[in-house]
Nanobody, 116 residues
Framework: QAQLVESGGGLVRPGGSLRLSCAAP????????MGWYRQTPGKQRELVAS???????DYVASVKGRFTISRDNAKNTVDLQMNSLQPEDTAVYYC??????????WGQGTQVTVSS
């Protein structure tokens, strides 16, 4: 069964950096734009960054200039480099296609905690 596997989260101090990685099924990765989402308790999952199959990127305003999404077509992975992390970035981070009709079951996510 196709699945998504996120990794790279952890505890970091404000101003620090983390790099998240998502391994996606080739069938999903090669055909559709991919995104990184985050969710905090009691809130809806939020799309924070996306990348098309051509490499065009987009970001939510709150992370623009701090986060960078990239894809490795040879490895079928989508990475999220997060710099200048702030406490409000604390969340569970997930990846999936941004195309709702082609979304597959969510992975377990990876916890990012920004705290001093």
């Amino acid at each position: 069964q196709a699945q998504l596997v996120e990794s790279g989260g952890g505890l970091v101090r404000p101003g620090g950096s983390l790099r998240l990685s998502c391994a996606a099924p080739r069938s999903l990765f090669n055909m559709y734009s991919m995104g990184w989402y985050r969710q905090t308790p009691g809130k809806q999952r939020e799309l924070v960054a996306s990348i098309t199959t051509f490499g065009t990127t987009d970001y939510v305003a709150s992370v623009k200039g701090r986060f960078t999404i990239s894809r490795d077509n040879a490895k079928n992975t989508v990475d999220l480099q997060m710099n200048s992390l702030q406490p409000e970035d604390t969340a569970v981070y997930y990846c999936n296609t941004i195309l709702l009709a082609r979304r597959i079951p969510w992975g377990q996510g990876t916890q990012v905690t920004v705290s001093s």
